[in-house]
Each structure stands twice: as C-alpha cells, then as structure tokens.
C-alpha cells in the first residue's frame, strides 16, 4: 500500500506543481497571455521529450545492435515499439542469475529506489534462497495489486514476463560480452492507441518508468560486483 500511496503522491505533486505554475502565469500575464505562455511552454516541452530526451532514454546503455537484435518474449506483442536498456557487468552469466530471479516486490524488491517502489524496505544486498524458486506462471509484482506473469524461463539466459493485461512485455537478457563479463539487456514492449491521454502518460510515465530502472540496473550490478569481491 505504501507503493500505491507513494506513486499517487507524486503524481499528485506533478499535477498540482503544474496547476500552480499555470495560475501563476494566469496571474501576472493575465487569462490570454498566461494560456497561450502555457501552451507554448507545453509543446516546447513535449517536443523537446519526443525528438531529444525519449529516443536517448529509450535506449540506455544498450549499444545498436542490442537495440536491433531479438529477444525472447518480442514475439508476445510483436507491433510493439519499446525500450531497450542494457549495463555491462564483471560476472559471468551464472553469478547474475540468482539476482534476477528474486527480483519484484514482496521478494528481494527491485534494487531501484526503494521508498517508491518496495514500501521504504531496502532491497536485497544478498542472495536469498527462499527467492531462488521462478516458474512459468509466478507472479513479479510491482506492487500488491499489479505485476508481470512469466512466460518463459531459461536459467542464466532469459526470463520472459507479462503484465496482467497483457499491455506490455518484458524480457531480461544475459548475454557474454567480449571481455568476459556479462551484458544485462531489459526491453519493455508497451502497446496502447496514440491519444491525447496516452501522449500526456508517455510523457509523464516513460521517464519516471526510466529512471527506475536505471538504478535497477546499476544497483544489480553493483550487488553482483561486490559479492564477487568478498
């Protein structure tokens, strides 16, 4: 519940920040000039997230080819254009496994900000074997009311999952990189009509959504790296 609550309060907070920076314009530039300042300032915005911020955070960390290259679970929503985002780690594929599989809310947590996403408990900084156990058919919850159902599997390769509504893919990838390391590659595939509504949650959503998981990926790899090390 403090996920849910958490996530309302920011997004209350945007909302409200915005209401009051258009009552502010409206005040000083009066009900004409403070709209139309609005509404430039708007699609000034708009834009500059749709040519410049989205096609850069769409594709974090990942390089061409692993932007291009299919993955397993591609195939569940096969129109989809998603994110694809990707961290080089200094492990082999066998000593990341056991992170992802503990991976989600109520398990080991998500390895991002945990006062958003994990009720203010910390995420794991171990492995834990009660969370060893995914199947085809579990539940990754990102929260209590809301999560991913796996579709497939493959130990030290691949876990495939589906979000309840079927709206959107994810697959985590481990693949050998050149120096013996590991790339960890995580590629969301949304689907959803363009409408204005779907235009302002992109807008809102997608870089909240990016942010999460780039400190989900750095934070993998700083566990796995420093497990390594004892």
Do not use: C
């Not at 599989?101 to 900000?113: D, N």
Request: hydrophobic share 50%; charged share 20%; no cysteine.
């Amino acid at each position: 519940m403090k996920t849910q609550m958490m996530i309302m309060i920011i997004v209350a907070t945007i909302f409200l920040a915005a209401i009051a920076i258009l009552i502010g314009l409206i005040l000083w530039l009066g009900w004409l000039g403070g709209s139309v300042v609005a509404l430039g300032a708007f699609a000034v915005l708009v834009t500059l997230y749709f040519r410049v911020i989205k096609p850069w955070h769409l594709r974090w960390g990942a390089t061409d080819e692993e932007v291009t290259m299919a993955m397993p679970g591609d195939e569940l929503i096969p129109d989809a254009v998603g994110a694809t985002h990707a961290i080089a780690i200094d492990a082999t594929a066998q000593e990341v496994w056991p992170w992802l599989v503990q991976i989600g809310y109520g398990r080991a947590g998500w390895y991002s900000y945990d006062w958003i996403d994990n009720d203010f408990k910390p995420s794991a900084d171990r492995i834990i074997p009660e969370y060893q156990q995914l199947a085809v058919g579990d539940k990754i919850l990102m929260m209590p009311t809301m999560g991913f159902v796996v579709e497939s599997i493959e130990p030290a390769k691949s876990i495939v999952s589906l979000l309840e509504d079927g709206s959107t893919s994810w697959s985590l990838g481990l693949y050998p990189d050149d120096d013996g390391g590991t790339r960890l590659v995580s590629r969301w595939r949304p689907k959803f009509e363009m409408t204005p509504a779907t235009v302002a949650m992109q807008v809102l959503a997608e870089p909240g959504t990016f942010i999460m998981e780039q400190k989900m990926l750095r934070t993998i790899r700083d566990r796995v790296e420093n497990a390594g090390r004892v």
